[in-house]
């Protein structure tokens, strides 16, 4: 059964950091690059950042040096380290697998909020 579900989104204030989690069925986790994705109020679905099963990761050049990516390939979690939030960053959250068309992407998770306050 597919599962994907986000956690540890919130409120912030600017500046402040966040700390989100993704639990995913091992279907979707295991040998695959994944990756965070985000989408604010009236915009596209956007990719945040990727990590390879080895560890290996890339950024969106809005996240680059505030945001880090990992993964525990035992748990089948995910991670998402922002720091330096920022007003702009407000959008829900979710976690996939990496694919180049978002179209190619059938299933989602909740998704998890995150607001950051100026």
């Known amino acids: 059964q597919l599962q994907l579900v986000e956690s540890g989104g919130g409120l912030v204030q600017a500046g402040g950091s966040l700390r989100l989690s993704c639990a995913a069925s091992?279907?979707?986790?295991?040998?695959?690059?994944m990756a965070w994705y985000r989408q604010a109020p009236g915009e596209q679905r956007e990719l945040v950042a990727t990590?390879?099963?080895?560890?290996?990761?890339n950024y969106a050049d809005s996240v680059k040096g505030r945001f880090t990516i990992s993964r525990d390939n035992a748990k089948n979690t995910m991670y998402l380290q922002m720091n330096s939030l920022k007003p702009e960053d407000t959008a829900v959250y979710y976690c996939?697998?990496?694919?180049?068309?978002?179209?190619?992407?059938?299933?989602w998770g909740q998704g998890t909020q995150v607001t950051v306050s100026s």
């Open positions: 996939n697998k990496f694919r180049v068309l978002l179209r190619d992407i059938t299933y």
């Open positions: 091992g279907s979707i986790f295991r040998l695959n690059t």
């Open positions: 990590v390879t099963s080895g560890g290996s990761t």
